[in-house]
């Protein structure tokens, strides 16, 4: 038997404040888990980290990884899941190998600290002290 899992996506920190965005960002998604657990995972897929899309404890590691994304974004104008959906999206930030794709058109010069940026394991991220250094 499976149970009803509901994920409930509006863009929020891991301080729990919302800011204001264009409400297209936010969306709402109900699945059906086979897990029965029925956790409950906030967040907007395309900017999650791996430990947010698995419902886990968030901490300053998270907010780095989804720095990375924007920046990423912001780099090559183009939004790194692109045409994938919610649950897609979720699904891929569980696999270490389907992250390098974000960073490969990212120019040469930023590369190595966005990879390290959405490096899979959050003890793996540098601090937000290190990235203030990599970008002056």
């Known amino acids: 038997a499976s149970s009803e899992e509901t994920i409930d996506m509006p863009l929020e920190s891991s301080t729990g404040q919302t800011p204001d965005l264009d409400p297209t960002i936010s969306q709402t998604l109900s699945v059906t888990g086979s897990d029965g657990r029925g956790r409950k995972i906030s967040g907007t897929p395309a900017y999650m980290s791996p430990e947010q899309a698995r419902g886990e404890s968030l901490s300053a590691a998270s907010d ?36 390098r794709w974000i960073t490969e058109s990212v120019p040469e010069s930023y590369r190595h600290s966005i990879d390290a940026m959405l490096a899979p394991n959050p003890n793996d991220r540098p601090t937000a002290s290190e990235i203030e250094v990599w970008f002056r």
């Not at 780095?64 to 891929?92: D, K, N, W, Y």
């Open 64 to 99: 780095v990884f989804s720095m990375g994304i924007i920046v990423a974004e912001m780099l090559t104008a183009q939004a790194p899941h692109q045409g994938r959906g919610p649950l897609q999206i979720l699904s891929r930030l569980q696999h270490s190998e389907a992250l």
